[in-house]
């Protein structure tokens, strides 16, 4: 696999891990208010809760990335699997 297009796709399974995790961090916390952005603070329980549902849509809508590399050989050779 070309240097570039393996730096490429691990850029985005990097991209792709953080932001999960991030939503993860969002879904797992019990928190009595959120912020979205600079201005935009969320205090209603009904509301947060109904956030926490859409994140969790976007969790399962995400799901794993359709890409994995795997090493083919001992000289850090790449080969791209689709999922």
């Given at each position: ?7 490429v ?43 926490r ?13 359709p ?6 050989s ?10």
């Open positions: 696999m070309d240097d570039e297009v393996l730096e796709v691990q850029q985005l399974m990097a991209w792709h891990s953080n932001r999960v995790d991030q939503l993860n961090i969002f879904v797992n916390q019990d928190a009595e208010k959120i912020r979205i952005g600079d201005h935009v603070t969320i205090d209603n329980p009904d509301v947060i809760k109904g956030i549902i859409g994140v969790q849509v976007s969790l399962e809508l995400l799901g794993k990335l890409i994995s590399l795997n090493q083919t001992e000289e850090d050779d790449y080969e791209e699997h689709d999922q």
